[in-house]
């Protein structure tokens, strides 16, 4: 199914707080253990860094509250002590930091390595910059050190580390293993090929940090995206999802069998999409949308073509292209319509990097890629949304955090602007949205919120970060994070609480 769409007359009638969804919310709660309204419980400020990463939440004191870790550090090429910091989540305070030689932007992988009951991090970033912490302490277990310059494919494995996954254990030490990304090249220019170099996938050891497999994209080109990994219900085998390209440079979505890149061969991918003149960037999702109790692969282009692949037999289940727009954002996987089906929810940007100027959110129906709602709050951001059923109407809603300012502003313009950060409930039933949090003189370009049960106390918390803004939107000058109660009673877990999903694995299980 392809379809056209024009995305700036949004089909919703209603805008804003709607009276019908205030008297959802109100029965909800009326309905629910009583808890008083929201209460933010910390906003915890740090000078001069700031984030491309979002936040993931793992218990690291052992007190029985999840606290969280988050990629940060200074503007890029800088060195800063807090390239990575974990934060307390009862009351905000900083666990530990650890620093970094430039901009840590991957998202942190969870993995207990060092046998003390606390899960340890694996985390990735610029320069190249990939390493394993001690979740407890924030001490180094291992890191990357690239060494590789007469090696036929990890020559190139000195960009940028993208957002790792764990992987079935490969040498048989017991342990998860993990699977992460490296391409990327700053000095490269739009739409030129000049200085772009291949993307590598890696395997390493996830308790010595041994590279155990590596090999370039089958097409040679350049990747930004975060590989995702998962095995079909009933097989031992693990497939692996990976994109080529970028903003202006054509790519490709693969399949790839783990064991051929165990073997340090990917000749034998299978691209499952092309795109001209974009690449595909943004982490593709995987759910069963096809009721055959077989994962298939979701994903959007550059180009904002969003495509669903059927994971039994690699053949396309339907695209739609959203026309004059860009996408770097991954999809949020929750049930928006009301149907069985899982849907997929994101932003694409108006116009033409790195010229966008707004934002439109856009809802494709999981059963037939239709496009089922759009709106266009805000300017160009790259955050993700999140999802959950905050009114118990059967539906889920998205949470996402947007940014008001002159959207006809070139995004690397340094001068002095005003910005204002407003994090974000969208309904899709009504059709209608309301804020959760806003403060003027703050930005949220990349990091995705967190939503789910910190302390136990069987209501929604929430979790996002904002950036302080005076001049352009991309530099850092200081960021906070706050810890947000919401008076919503958390009936079932979130599936879809965070980047990638709850559990990091860009994984929407099947019932």
Known sequence: MNQSFIPYKPPCSQRGFSLIYFLYLLIAISCAPKKKGSELVWDVNFSIIGSQSSPRA?????????????????????????????????DGELLWAHPSEDQVYGAPLFQDINQDGVPDVFIGGRSPYFKAIDGKTGNLLWEYRYGYEDHPVLKYARFNFN??????????????????????????????????????????????????????????KETYMSPVAFQQPGESGTMVVFGSGGETIDGALYV????????NNLSNSIPIATENGHGFIATPVIADINHDGMYDIIAISHASNAVAIDGKTLEPIWQNRVPGTECSNSFAVGQFTDDDTPDFFTFVSQGVWPENTGSVQVLFDGSTGEIVFTDSLGCTGFSSPVAYDLNNDGIDEAI????????????????SFTVENRLLVIDFKTC???????????????????????????????V?????????????????????DLPIKMRKKPLWGAYMGSKGNAIYPIP
């Open 58 to 90: 793992a218990d690291l004191n052992q007190d029985g509250v999840l606290d969280f870790v988050i990629g940060a550090g200074k503007n890029e090429f800088q060195e800063s002590e807090r390239g990575i910091i974990a934060i307390n989540g009862v």
């Open 163 to 220: 957002t790792a996954v764990s992987v079935p254990d490969q040498n048989g030490d017991g342990i998860p293993d993990i699977l992460v990304s490296n391409g990327g090249n700053y000095e490269a220019q739009p739409y030129l090929t000049e200085h772009r170099y291949p993307g590598v996938l890696m395997v390493f050891d996830a308790k010595t940090g041994e590279i155990l497999a590596a090999d370039t994209l089958p097409d040679g």
């Open 256 to 263: 790839a069998k783990l064991e051929d890149l165990m073997d």
């Open 464 to 484: 996002h970060c904002q950036y302080y803004s005076h001049s352009d939107v991309l530099s850092f000058l200081g960021m906070r994070i706050k810890r947000i």
């Open 400 to 415: 996402i955090s947007i940014n008001d300012f002159d959207c006809n502003r070139f995004i690397g313009d340094q001068s």
């Open 432 to 462: 209608s949205h309301y804020s959760i949090d806003q403060s003027k003189g703050f930005k949220n370009i990349f990091s995705t919120p967190w939503i789910g049960d910190i302390d136990g106390d069987g209501f929604l918390d929430l």
